[in-house]
């Protein structure tokens, strides 16, 4: 059974960091892209993220509110997806969700995991 | 960026009801698109990719259709569990963006 449970959530204070973690299980990590999604509270969802993995050189795309405060990626002997935010704002408050990729068939998302709750307030 | 539009923003319906909810993209994404189904307070469930195609386990009640920027989710005989937000998605370029969602409620 594929499992995504992400972990790191918290209060943090505006204009600090945070390390949000996504423990992966239940299928070849290794083998799918991988993406961060949030959605702040009462909105809808916002794409953050996502990392390639290891034939496509790990290289990452962002959206354009995250880029370059935002860094995600992955730990392939642990299982484990990252996403380091640094430089909060207030609008960064919502609750992150990671998702697997499906790929070749289609990049959608197909499973996610229960999401982590980030507020950012003073 | 390509922005994509759904409508109506919100729904009302009843049990055994046909609902369809349209989503539309500012630019050509051939038939890269996604739809998403989403509870109070649980993460988003994969219902459907490449605009028509059935995600493994989601019942053949759901349906998508549509190319291009023009795509239909459609939902036959609703029942009480599918009462829910729904979103659409593209991936056919970056960054991946999602509709605002539609809440079909009673």
């Known amino acids: 059974e594929v499992q995504l449970v992400e972990s790191g959530g918290g209060l943090v204070q505006p204009g600090g960091s945070l390390r949000l973690s996504c423990e992966a299980s239940g299928f070849t990590f290794s083998d799918y892209y991988m993406d961060w999604v949030r959605q702040a509270p009462g909105k809808g969802l916002e794409w953050v993220g996502r990392?390639?993995?290891?034939?496509?050189?790990?290289?990452?795309e962002y959206a354009a509110s995250v880029k370059g405060r935002f860094t995600v990626s992955r730990d392939e002997s642990r299982n484990l997806l990252y996403l380091q935010m640094s430089s909060l704002r207030t609008e960064d408050t919502a609750v992150y969700f990671c998702?697997?990729?499906?790929?070749?068939?289609?990049?959608?998302?197909?499973?996610w995991g229960q999401g982590t709750l980030v507020t950012v307030s003073s | 960026d390509i922005q994509m539009t759904q409508s109506p923003p919100s729904l009302s319906a009843s049990v055994g009801d046909r609902v369809t909810i349209t989503c539309r993209a500012s630019q050509d994404i051939s038939k890269s698109l996604a739809w998403y189904q989403q509870k109070p307070g649980k993460p988003p469930k994969s219902l459907i990719y490449a605009a028509s195609n059935l995600q493994s386990g989601v019942p053949s009640k759901f349906s998508g259709s549509g190319s291009g920027t023009d795509f239909t989710l459609t939902i036959t005989s609703l029942q009480p569990e599918d009462f829910a937000t729904y979103y659409c998605q593209q991936y056919s370029s970056y960054p991946v963006t999602f509709g605002g969602g539609t809440k079909v409620e009673t």
């Open positions: 998702a697997r990729v499906r790929g070749t068939i289609g990049w959608h998302l197909d499973y």
């Open positions: 990392t390639r993995h290891k034939v496509n050189s790990y290289s990452t």
